[in-house]
Antibody
Framework: QITLKESGPMLVKPTQTLTLTCTFS??????????VGWIRQPPGKALEWLAH???????RYSPALKSRLTITKDTSKNEVVLIMTNTDSADTATYYC???????????WGQGTLVTVSS | DIQMTQSPSSLSASVGDRVTITCQAS??????LNWYQHKPGKAPKLLIY?????ERGVPSRFSGSGSGSGTHFTFTISSLQPEDIATYYC????????FGQGTKLEIK
């Protein structure tokens, strides 16, 4: 069974950099085809895919946010980190860490962490 | 970018009703379409993948289909149960990943 858990600040100020960490178990990002990433949901809005990183280090980003996102992995710690620069109020959302199965479907999700961007 | 348009955006139905949600892709996405259930305060849950395949453990009252065009898809609950109250999302993976705007399902 795969479990994922998000951690990071609950509140960041506009223009600051947001760093979120996903700690997972039940999978290894050294295993072929394994992939972990991030999806967010602003209050009252739809789900939005942000980024993914694969076992081989390949990365995919949302075109709309690509210039502001960086995703990295630490296989020794079973962690994936998402960095979002130059935040503003539109980045207020619940951020979910997810497992991407066969580059197709998100079959395991963390519980999510609410991040508020406000001065 | 591929846009996914769901309808209706909200729906009220009675227990036992048959409920149908549609999802329209802005271009042909083949069979690369999944459906999720999202209850307040919980993580979204994968229900159906590749248009019509039921995820393990998901009740058989949930089903999905496609028109064959690669752009029009349908999600159905054959007999609505109280625990099905949630928001439902379609998601394409033909080109990166995009979700529909969601359909909020309520009990009448």
């Amino acid at each position: 069974q795969i479990t994922l858990k998000e951690s990071g600040p609950m509140l960041v100020k506009p223009t600051q950099t947001l760093t979120l960490t996903c700690t997972f178990s039940g999978l290894s990002l050294t295993t072929s085809e394994a992939s972990v990433g991030w999806i967010r949901q602003p209050p009252g809005k739809a789900l939005e895919w942000l980024a993914h990183i694969y076992w081989d280090g390949d990365k995919r980003y949302s075109p709309a946010l690509k210039s502001r996102l960086t995703i990295t992995k630490d296989t020794s710690k079973n962690e994936v980190v998402l960095i979002m620069t130059n935040t503003d109020s539109a980045d207020t959302a619940t951020y979910y860490c997810v497992h991407l199965f066969e580059a197709a479907r998100f079959n395991f999700w963390g519980q999510g962490t609410l991040v508020t961007v406000s001065s | 970018d591929i846009q996914m348009t769901q309808s209706p955006s909200s729906l009220s139905a009675s227990v036992g009703d048959r409920v149908t949600i549609t999802c329209q892709a802005s271009q042909d996405i083949n069979h690369y379409l999944n459906w999720y259930q999202h209850k307040p305060g919980k993580a979204p849950k994968l229900l159906i993948y590749d248009v019509s395949h039921l995820e393990r453990g998901v009740p058989s009252r949930f089903s999905g289909s496609g028109s064959g065009s690669g752009t029009h898809f349908t999600f159905t609950i054959s007999s609505l149960q109280p625990e099905d109250i949630a928001t439902y999302y379609c998601q394409q993976y033909n080109n990166l990943y995009t979700f529909g705007q969601g359909t909020k399902l309520e009990i009448k």
